[in-house]
Every structure is written in structure tokens, then in C-alpha cells.
């Protein structure tokens, strides 16, 4: 079936240090989302992303959707302490199927 | 405001207990999700239900059992056949199975077996 190798499975960096964490998969994807899930909630959706190339922003998180459809990368300036948490990669194929989730990144930041 | 609600944040079960999970959104959603989450590990797929009175099975759906009798609520009981249902259960709700979309989240239930 369908993977989405998401990587690295954990990450541990200094406060203020920018992160960069990927995704990619064997199948090509029609849209390309970016989650994170706060400690003991839900994952919260922060950048979709629906064409191939396209480079999209939230504030301090930048995502791409790679050109080939099969990877996506999702980077983060100058870490804050409340980025701490597990970030999710997930692709769609736009069609009648359900979204493809990555194991996720769990980010953690050094005091 | 719309979201998606679900309850109890925190439920212990005894061992050879059912217990059932609630989910309800107000977001007129048709499609209705529930995933499975332990500690390292990402998101597996219980059941899914793309429209009332209909539901499929996810990818670990041996010792659960759901239903869909309004499209708002889509509660999860995990049944005594699950062997190790301790673990952080999350809902979630599309406009459709259509993926690009993307999915609304509920908080979470923590099942615990005592």
C-alpha cells in the first residue's frame, strides 16, 4: 500500500535554530498537508499545499510541494519553545481515498 | 463556533470492560474518522464513515465496533476482544472522502486499562 517515509523521526535542536524536516513517498500526491500535534491534543492542520513546486508560508513555517509530487519538505525559522511537539506529513490523491499519514517529527527544544 | 468535540479527555477501563468513545461535530462534515495513537508510533486507522448509516474498516479495526445513526456523533466502542486498548484515541472529520481537503481533529481521549 501507500508510505509516506517521514524524516527524521526526532529532532533536537537549539532555541532560535531553524528546522528542516521531509517527506517521500514511492506515489505520486495530489495535495500535500502539514500537521502538528501539541502534547495531549489533536494534530491541528498548518499548510496545505495542491500544486507541484508550489512554496507556501504560515508565518514562521515554510512548505513545499516538490516538484516530482512525491516529497514535500516543511521548514521552521528560528525556533520557539512552543514549537515542541510532533509534526505530521500527509498526501492526498485527490480523489475518493483517504489522506496518507507520516509517523511523524517529534521536535523537541533544548533549554 | 464549529469544531469537533471529544469525550471523555481521560477514561479507565477495566480489563474485560467495553467502553465506548464519543465524537461529535457541528462542522456538517460527512465524512467521520477515528485513529489509534501509542507512544512512537503515528497515526493508525480504525474505522472510517463517509456518510450516515455507512462505515468501513481501517487498518486495525479487530476489537472495535462503531456507528454512524446521525451524520454529528460517530462514537467508538472499544470492545474486551481489543487486546491492548490502552492508548491516545483521535476523531477526525472531512467534507468528504475526497482527500485534499484535509481533516479537522477532536483533542483526544486517553484510554487507559487499569
Known amino acids: 500500500g501507500q508510505q509516506l517515509n517521514q524524516s527524521p523521526q526526532s529532532m533536537f535542536i537549539q532555541e532560535g535554530e531553524d528546522v528542516s524536516m521531509n517527506c517521500t513517498s514511492s506515489?505520486?500526491?495530489?495535495?500535500w498537508l502539514w500537521y502538528k500535534q501539541d502534547p495531549g491534543e489533536g494534530p491541528v492542520l498548518l499548510i496545505a499545499?495542491?500544486?507541484?513546486?508550489e512554496l507556501t508560508s504560515n508565518g514562521r513555517l515554510t512548505a513545499q510541494f516538490g516538484i516530482t509530487r512525491k516529497d514535500s519538505f516543511l521548514n521552521i525559522s528560528a525556533s520557539i519553545p512552543s514549537d515542541v511537539g510532533i509534526y505530521f506529513c500527509a498526501g492526498g490523491m485527490n480523489r475518493d481515498d483517504k489522506i496518507i499519514f507520516g509517523k511523524g517529527t517529534r521536535l523537541h527544544i533544548l533549554p | 463556533d464549529g469544531g469537533i468535540t471529544q469525550s471523555p479527555k481521560y477514561l479507565f477501563r477495566k480489563e474485560g470492560q467495553n467502553v465506548t468513545l464519543s465524537c461529535e461535530q457541528n462542522l456538517n462534515h460527512d465524512a467521520m474518522y477515528w485513529y489509534r495513537q501509542d507512544p512512537g508510533q503515528g497515526l493508525r486507522l480504525i474505522y472510517y464513515s463517509q456518510i450516515v448509516n455507512d462505515f468501513q474498516k481501517g487498518d486495525i479495526a479487530e476489537g472495535y465496533s462503531v456507528s454512524r445513526e446521525k451524520k454529528e456523533s460517530f462514537p467508538l466502542t472499544v470492545t474486551s476482544a481489543q487486546k491492548n486498548p490502552t492508548a491516545f484515541y483521535l476523531c477526525?472529520?472531512?467534507?468528504?472522502?475526497?482527500?485534499?481537503?484535509?481533516?479537522?481533529f477532536g483533542s483526544g481521549t486517553r484510554l487507559t486499562v487499569v
Open positions: 499545499l495542491y500544486k507541484a513546486g
Open positions: 477526525a472529520s472531512s467534507f468528504s472522502t475526497l482527500s485534499n481537503y484535509g481533516y479537522t
Open positions: 506515489s505520486i500526491f495530489n495535495t
